[in-house]
């Protein structure tokens, strides 16, 4: 049973910073892609940022570029989002997600739809 957990969410202030750490059970992720997504109240789920396999070249929504990393520990199984200079317009729930079908190739790494497995979210807010 694949499990993704979520944690390092909370209340900060413009400008701070966080992170964000997913754990992942059940499988081997080191080959697959794994991701980022947020979801702001009202809106659809966007993808923020991702790679395809542990050693990609990460992908990131251009409005994050510069301010959020992403990463990855194969030995501990778990992807990690550090978040700085967070803005009010970051505010959302943040999701890890994965994909067990594909690996390196994959090219659809920003459409939610495409991921199987997802963790149950940590909310961030980010006051002004």
């Known amino acids: 049973q694949v499990q993704l957990v979520e944690s390092g969410g909370g209340l900060v202030q413009a400008g701070d910073s966080l992170r964000l750490s997913c754990i992942a059970s059940g499988r081997t992720f080191s080959d697959n892609p794994m991701a980022w997504f947020r979801q702001a109240p009202g809106k659809d789920r966007e993808f923020v940022a991702g790679n395809t396999w542990s050693l990609g070249q990460p992908h990131y929504l251009d409005s994050v570029k510069g301010r959020f990393t992403f990463s990855r520990d194969n030995d501990k199984n778990t992807v990690t989002l550090q978040m700085n200079s967070l803005k009010p317009e970051d505010t959302g729930v943040y999701y890890c997600?994965?994909?067990?079908?594909?690996?390196?190739?994959?090219?659809?790494?920003?459409?939610?739809?495409?991921?199987?497995?997802w963790g149950q979210g940590t909310q961030v807010t980010v006051s002004s």
């Open positions: 997600a994965n994909n067990t079908l594909w690996g390196r190739s994959f090219s659809d790494y920003d459409n939610s739809r495409r991921y199987d497995y």
